[in-house]
C-alpha cells in the first residue's frame, strides 16, 4: 500500500499565475481533506471532499478550489498566486470510519516568486 | 468551536530524560485528540490518538497521553527521549466530522 501521494513534491509559480496538486488517497479511503501549512505554523484546513462533493470549507478565498473525481483522488487548485500562498500544502485522506484514521501525504511545497 | 493551546514552543531535553509536551484544548462536546509529529521535510504521522475510550492512550515509539476532562489537557509524555525523537511535534482536535484544528506545534532538540 503506497498510503497517500502528492504531487509535485515541489513547485515554483511567479505571482498571479496557476497552481494544480494532486493527491491520491490510501487505499480503501474515500475522503480527502487540503490543508495549508507556512513556515513555522501548524496547518490550517482549507476544505474537504467527499463523494466528489466539498463537504465543508475552511477560512481560505475563492482563488482556492478543488475537485475529487470517482476514484476519490482529488486536486487543489490555486488561482491569482500570492507571496503569501507559499507554503507547505498537505493532502490527508480517511476511510469511512472518520478522522480517527486521518493519513498525510509528504506534502507539495509550493515557493511563489 | 474547538481549538488547542500547545503550552510551550519549544521544549529541549537531554537524551535518556524525560519528555512532556503540554496540550490544552477546548471543545462545546466530547472531542478527539491526536498527536502528529512531523520530521524536518517530512509529513506528518499519527503517533497515539484518543476517541473516548481508555483515557490513558499508548502510541508509538514509546509515547503516551493522557485526557483529563476536569483539566480540558492532553498532554503527551516519553520516559527516556532519543535523538531520532527531535521533531516537530503538534496536538490535534477533531470533531465527528473529519476537519482536524491543529496547535500551533511544539519544537524538541534532544541533546546528547
Known amino acids: 500500500d503506497a498510503g497517500v501521494t502528492q504531487s509535485p513534491t515541489h513547485l515554483i509559480k511567479t505571482r498571479g499565475q496557476q497552481v494544480t496538486l494532486r493527491c491520491s488517497p490510501k487505499s480503501g479511503h474515500d475522503t480527502v481533506s487540503w490543508y495549508q501549512q507556512a513556515l513555522g505554523q501548524g496547518p490550517q484546513f482549507i476544505f474537504q471532499y467527499y463523494e466528489e462533493e466539498e463537504r465543508q470549507r475552511g477560512n481560505f478565498p475563492d482563488r482556492f478550489s478543488g475537485h475529487q473525481f470517482p476514484n476519490y483522488s482529488s486536486e487543489l487548485n490555486v488561482n491569482a498566486l500570492l507571496l503569501g500562498d507559499s507554503a507547505l500544502y498537505l493532502c490527508?485522506?480517511?476511510?469511512?470510519?472518520?478522522?480517527?484514521?486521518?493519513?498525510f501525504g509528504q506534502g507539495t511545497r509550493l515557493t511563489v516568486v | 468551536a474547538q481549538s488547542v493551546t500547545q503550552l510551550d514552543s519549544h521544549v529541549s531535553v537531554s537524551e535518556g530524560t524525560p519528555v512532556l509536551l503540554r496540550c490544552n484544548y477546548s471543545?462545546?462536546?466530547?472531542?478527539?485528540l491526536f498527536w502528529y509529529v512531523q520530521h524536518p521535510n517530512k509529513g506528518l504521522q499519527l503517533l497515539l490518538k484518543?476517541?473516548?475510550?481508555?483515557?490513558l492512550v499508548k502510541g508509538i515509539n514509546g509515547f503516551e497521553a493522557e485526557f483529563k476532562k476536569s483539566e480540558t489537557s492532553f498532554h503527551l509524555t516519553k520516559p527516556s527521549a532519543h535523538m531520532s525523537d527531535a521533531a516537530e511535534y503538534f496536538c490535534v482536535v477533531s470533531r465527528s466530522d473529519y476537519k482536524l484544528s491543529f496547535g500551533a506545534g511544539t519544537t524538541v532538540t534532544v541533546r546528547a
Open positions: 484518543y476517541t473516548s475510550a481508555a483515557t
Open positions: 490527508a485522506s480517511s476511510p469511512p470510519t472518520g478522522a480517527a484514521e486521518a493519513f
Open positions: 471543545s462545546s462536546y466530547s472531542p478527539s
